[in-house]
């Protein structure tokens, strides 16, 4: 298995190109499976999960042709294009499923156009439970019949998706997506109430709407789909990657650096913006992008740590601030001056990275849902902010991402296990990292 090696303690300078958002591109691939038309996607990530998701939608009948590489030369991405002229088959195996989470993406749209759907369930996993009941409630509210058989979702509406009224009891990225794909296709009006508001959401709900669909409340917490007979092909361009922009912010943050994110979009990060700034990080828009640093970053003797102060933040639904950025912002906090408290409110288990970060120096206690991060920083007294290299591995995308931040800062040498995890959600991170003067290797076993 590969790994990365991190020598540490380099100020990041330069810039950085912003990929396609992974979180983004999965539902609109998923979303293609409602046509027998092409859709064309533009700016893809070259992402693990985006190859799973191929395999899974090949499965299904889907067609793939590249359509090459975005002329400035690989930067924004593949080009796909998707075509799923007849379903030949309906049923999404466990051994697809339970790799990625997000393949139940496909049961809203297969049953809409098949009428039928049997879809693995995915369990849990590293950071939490994560059940899928109000994927299976929402849709029953719009007339699918549905069981649980051997560990999956089986779904049937002979007949076609009716309208209703979905009223969601908690705010769910997946489910919200699900229910809008099932209701383009429905037979009369749908409307989803506390709806995920996620810029993710809106994006598939924009392409949907690209393929004739009938979407009004788009960025809203109430969507109102007006169903339609049959759904076109489209060409759409994913968005940028708001989470894959904020783990570089504070890639440069950490680093004492200055780093542009090309591409990325302030009007999506605000509330990271705010938590950043409240710790000393400036995020200005740049006509390219986003310019970040942190107080006293990009001086010739800036090190890691220097000007972070601590702060408080507890994740919540978009706007709030993105549990996605949570381990990352625990690595930025552990090297700033003074305490502060992170609190997950989405995920129940995903303080893994928090024994792997004290591995490395961090001052953390957990309470409940609850870190309280007391910072090494100036304090410390010594570069590094206070962190100093080690072997670690992580159980997720973003946990292992912020022993990455945490070894661009340490002193001294990190070897990050379990890459696989890295290589589901960032794009050449290391060249992208490389590239602004981080010491970043992958060492292929
Ligand atoms: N939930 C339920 N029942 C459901 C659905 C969700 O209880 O039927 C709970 C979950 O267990 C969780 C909360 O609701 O506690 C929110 O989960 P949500 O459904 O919003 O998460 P998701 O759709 O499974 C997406 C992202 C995650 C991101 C979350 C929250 C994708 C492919 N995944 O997951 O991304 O953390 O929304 O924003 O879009 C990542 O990229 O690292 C990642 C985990």
Do not use: W
């Amino acid at each position: 298995m590969d790994r990365i090696r991190i020598r540490g303690g380099r100020p990041l300078h330069g810039k950085i190109a912003i990929s396609g958002a992974k979180n983004a591109a999965l539902p609109l691939m998923a979303a293609s499976l409602l046509t027998e038309e092409t859709l064309i996607l533009r700016n893809l990530p070259h992402l693990a999960d985006i190859a799973t998701m191929t395999h899974l939608l090949a499965q299904h009948g889907t067609e793939f042709s590249m359509a090459g590489e975005h002329p400035d030369g690989g930067h924004m991405g593949h080009v796909l294009k998707l075509r799923t002229g007849e379903i030949t088959s309906t049923e999404a195996p466990y051994d697809i499923v339970r790799k990625m989470r997000a393949s139940v993406l496909v049961l809203g749209p297969l049953l809409a156009r098949r009428g039928q759907a049997r879809v693995s369930l995915p369990g849990g996993c590293a950071i939490g439970t994560r059940p899928v009941d109000m994927h299976i409630c929402g849709l029953e509210t719009l007339g699918a019949e549905i069981d649980l058989d051997d560990g999956y979702i089986v779904a049937r509406a002979p007949e076609g998706l009716q309208g209703g009224v979905v009223v969601f009891s908690q705010v769910s990225v997946g489910a919200t997506e699900n229910l809008l794909m099932a209701a383009t296709l429905a037979k009369g009006d749908v409307v989803l109430e506390n709806a995920a508001r996620e810029p993710e959401v809106g994006d598939l709900a924009n392409c949907l709407n690209r393929m004739g669909a009938r979407i009004e409340g788009i960025g809203s917490d109430t969507l109102r789909i007006q169903g339609v007979d049959r759904l076109s092909g489209a060409d759409y361009t994913v968005l940028p990657d708001r989470i894959e922009a904020a783990t570089y912010a504070m890639a440069a943050a950490i680093t004492g650096g200055v780093v542009e994110l090309l591409g990325a979009r302030p009007e999506l990060m605000e509330a990271v913006a705010a938590a950043l700034s409240r710790a000393n990080v400036t995020m200005q828009p740049t006509a390219c992008g986003v310019l970040v640093g942190a107080a006293g970053a990009g001086h010739k003797d800036s090190s890691p740590g220097d000007g972070l102060v601590g702060i408080d933040v507890t994740t919540a639904p978009y706007p709030g601030f993105p549990t996605d950025l949570q381990a990352q912002l625990m690595a930025l906090m552990a090297t700033a001056t003074g305490a502060a408290t992170i609190t997950e409110t989405i995920f129940e288990n995903r303080f893994q990275h928090v024994p792997e970060l004290m591995r490395m120096g961090a001052d953390i206690t957990v309470k409940g849902a609850t870190a309280m991060v007391r910072g090494r920083g100036q304090s410390a007294g010594s570069g590094g902010g206070g962190l100093h290299g080690a072997p670690v591995m992580a159980t997720d995308l973003r946990a292992s991402v912020s022993l990455v931040l945490a070894g661009l800062a340490a002193e001294g040498e990190t070897v990050i296990n379990r890459v696989y995890h890295l290589d589901r959600g960032y794009e050449r991170l290391e060249e992208k990292l490389s590239g602004c003067g981080a010491d970043i290797v992958r060492l292929v076993d």
